[in-house]
Structure formats: structure tokens, C-alpha cells
């Protein structure tokens, strides 16, 4: 988490600096700052407590000039977010000022070494002592700002994107890269730095990510030039930038959220564009064909992922077993990369991420590697780290997410997942024609399915306006939706701070019934499906303890119309995909309580996109 731009060349720094930290707040927002080089070589820092925009209100009477700036949106981890311990942060003698992304894991120790030697510490944060320790190579040493960043990276442990800048130094920017994303992007006799492409995007599209271990150098006068710790240069790696400007805008939706709710029947059709024949219905993912022996022998294949994504995993699990015959487990991956896994070169490990870029999922994947498995990559961000340290696997293509609340980027996963189990039970002939025709077609005619879900809006807006009162919720669901229900429950936490649980439906009876009364409403999802029986059981044991129900139920339902309080009627498809059409009206469910609750819904507390952190 914290966002980390950067800028040099011939244009005021400040404003780009500014609109690259609005571009990358969704990393987090407890703090910001920015650092200036002057024409004359000084630095003019400034940084507080809260949002960009109080950053920009803070300096609105302050000299902001200068064509070389650092800037940085922060995510506590070490350190109250407070004014001081906000970015960037000096050197102890003032000399170097420095933009961190990561966690120095050895900080106290490296703390301690420069204390003894006089250092004096004004924050608590782990960065400061980074900066300083760049400080007392480079006086120790009396080397170049390059080689003491150089020599302290090599006493450092953790992870981190870091870029510096030097007084008396208005030519250069040093940035380096472990663990935590950093990409450079080119333009004419001008460089740019950020934790990603979003805050290039309107100057430039040629973009270098940079690799772990390696620093890059943006001097005035140079090309662009890559080394590593030991002074070894790489190649640079030009790439050229797929993103747009709109895609990044609110678009005249009141928050990205909602923008990104909406956008979901465009979302599916670029999910799936040219991987789904029109005419025969076959779907194949050519990062599936291309390792088809590896699917085709798979012992076992286990996701990894965090959040909404180790939702869609649950989803992806059913779907594999049910339709390859392939035994699936999920797991968290930050329980993972602690446990000790019994995974062979047979198993294969999908790791399921929409950024690319969190810490647990990568060192997930780092451990599968290790013990031999083919480590698959369910992504959106293009060029993530995830994606480029999987061997293989597929992107969303949902385009970018904004909204902290993950939405378009899990109901994608899901249609991944889909075609993911159509292409493996294809090639292994686990599937029957017509059954694997029939959830195809429905894949094709989902789109249009969610722009009718979505006519749903104005009737869940109108009624969540009862339900600001509640402190708890339960949203229950069995089968494929009870990851549904998990996953409803998290957009209600994440963005309107009310506890919300979600639980298998006929779970319930073993602890949470005593829960229910007319106080903490049910939601429950009782869809046309193979246990939509069961469902209706559940629901009559919430009503006759007096629960109140608010049911996602099917067009034709007829049931359980009758014995929920409100209901939310969607159209019925392949009961694996039911999840898709679901997801939607949870969604708009929980952006409303929020609203109607008036809270920050595209940047709740305490909550970060991007967990680059462990
Ligand atoms: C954070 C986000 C969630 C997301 C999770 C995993 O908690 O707020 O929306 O599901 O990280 O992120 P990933 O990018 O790996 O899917």
C-alpha cells in the first residue's frame, strides 16, 4: 500500500505530482506529501496528516516550484498517521529526501546502528531510517547518492518502492524496487515514477517496469538507465501502455463504485471477447491450451488469494470439481505462505489477484514455486507482479478498478473461473457438448443479463433507506452463492462499517440463529438452483423467529416472494454463474446503505486496494 510518484523534466512538477497522487490514493489515504527541487537545488518538502486534498489546501500559499518532485499517499504501517510521520522524510542533516512504499522489516536494528552513531529520529516510521541510512553511506563512504542508496539496499530486509531526490542535486531521481510495484514511464526529455501506469497515463505511454533488486536512474541529461545493487546494468524494457484516460474518470457517476457497478456488462464482454466463439460456442484461454498436458495430469490445483478474489476462488473451486473432476482447495494466502504445504510438481496453483501486487498472494506464490507446482495467474492489472511471476495464465480485462470496494474485478473473476473449467473439462472430456454449450451461451448472454439487473438500482435505493439503522446483518446462501453471501457481507462491512456475516444457510441452525431477531435484518439468496428448497427452509426458520428477510430471488419466484420482507427479483442462468448475476444487487446494496449513511464509499477507513503489505 502507499501510492508513490515522481516526476522530472521541463514542466512544473507540482501538478503532475498532485493529479498522480488523486490517481493513486485508492493505495491509501492517511497521509500525503510532496518534495520539490528548486532550480537552485533546494528542497521544499511539505506533508500532512489526511487526504490529498488536504495536502493541497496545506500548500496553497507555499512555493511550488520546480521541475523535479517526489510525492507519496500513505497507508500506515509503522507509525500513527500523523504529520510527522507522513512522506517524504529527510535525511538527518536535510540533504536527502526520501518516498517509501513497503516495510523495512530490520528497521530497528539499522535504528539502533545509527543512533549510536548520532542520529536523531523525528518520526517513528521505518522509512526515516531508510534515508538515513542512504545518508551515512554516502558520508561514510563519500560516494555518489547512487551508490549509497546501492549500499544501503543491500543492508536492508523487507520490501519497498523508494525513490529519492538530493539537494544540490536538481538533475536526478534515484528509485529502486523489492517487493513493492514501480514503474518508470518515458516521455520526451522527461521522466515520470509511480507505483503504477495510472498517474502516466495522460503524458506518456511508454512505460518500463522496473524488476526487484533493480534501480533505476531518471537523470535530465541520460536516457533512462537500469542497474542492480552491484552496479550490473539491464536492458531497459520498453513497453507500451494500454490504458485511457476515461478509464481512470468517474465518468459522471458520483463515485467510481458506482461507475464500476455499472460498467459491468462492458466489463463481461471484454472479459470474455475472442475467447468465446460466437457460432460454435467453444470457449478456449490460450494460457490454459498452451499447458494443457499440466491440467490434464493435475493431482490437485489450490488457490491462493485474499479478499474478494478468495471469494471468487470458493466460486472457481465448485466450478473445477464440478465440471474437470479435479480435486480444488482454496487458501488465504497469508495462511499459506506460512504453513508448510504438501504441493508436488503435479499440483497446480492458481493465484488470484485483481492488482497483482499483494504481498501474501506473491510470497504464495514464491512458496508454490519452490516446492515444484505450476503457478497459474488470475489478474487484472496488466505487467503486475503477479502476473509476471506466474507461468502462465489470464487476464480479466476489466479494466481498472478504483473503487476500494472490489466489484467489477470479482464478478470478471467469476467468468474467468467459468471459462477456465470449460476449457480444462473440454480437454479432458469431463463435460458433455450440451452442457458445456449451454453454460457458454450463457456466458455470452451475460452482459445483457446484468444491464437488466442493473435496471434494478432505483428499487434498492429506495428501500435500504430502512435498513441504515442496523448494526449487524447476516447474508446466507448455499452452494454456488454461499461465496456469494460471503462476498455481500464484505461490501456491506467495507464500505457502510456495519458488521455483516456471512454464513452457508442451513449453517446457521449451529450458532448464529440465536442471532436473529426484528433488529438484524437476513439476506438471503434463494435463487433457482438445486438446493433452492433448502434455501426456502432456512428463510422459514428466520421468519419464525422474527427475522426480517430481504431476498435475491429468481423472476418466476413464488415461494419465497411471499415470505420475504423485500425482495430483488434477477433473471435465471446456468446455476454456476448465478453467482455473477447475484454479486450485482449485493453491490448496489451496500454502495446505497453507504450513501444513505453518508460515508466515504470509493475510500472507506482504514481500507487500502492495494495490500503490498503483509
Ligand atoms: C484488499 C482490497 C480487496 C481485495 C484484496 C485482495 O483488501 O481492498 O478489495 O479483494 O485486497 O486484493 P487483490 O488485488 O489481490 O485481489
Redesign the pocket.
Known sequence: MCGIVGYIGTRDAYPILINGLKRLEYRGYDSAGVALVTENGEINLYKCKGKVKNLEEFVSNSDLSGHVGIAHTRWATHGEPNDVNAHPHYSHSGSIAIIHNGIIENYAVLKEALMENGYEFKSDTDTEVLVNLIEYVRMTNNCSLLEAVQGALKQVIGAYAIAVVEKGNPKEIIAARQSSPLVVGIGKGEFFLASDASPLVEYTDKVVYIKNGEIALLNIDSPLKVVDFDNVESKVNVKKLEMSISQLEKGGYPHFMLKEINEQPKTITDCIRGRISPDSFEVKLSGIIDHADKFLNARRIVFV??????HASLIGKRMIEEYCQIPVVVEYASEFRYSNPVICDKDIVIA???????AD?LAAIELAKSKGAFVFGIC??IGSS?ARETDSGVYLHVGPEIG???TK?FTGQVTVMAMIALTVAKEKGTISEEKAVTIARDLYRLPKVLEKVLTLNNQIADFVKRFTYAKNFIYLGRGYNYPTALEGALKLK?ISYIHAEGYPAAEMKHGPIALIDQDMPTVAIAVTDHVYEKVVSNIQEVKSRGGVVIAIVAEKDEIVSKMADFCIKVPSLSECLMPIVVAVPLQLFAYHIAVCKGLDVDQPRN?????TVE
Do not use: F, P, R, Y
Request: net charge negative; with cysteine; aromatic share 4%.
Open positions: 488469494a485474499c479478499g474478494t478474489s478468495w488470484v489477484s485483481q492488482s497483482g501486487e499483494t498472494t487484472n492489472v503477479i476500494v470496494a472490489s474485478a467495507e481500507l487500502a486496494k492495494s495490500v
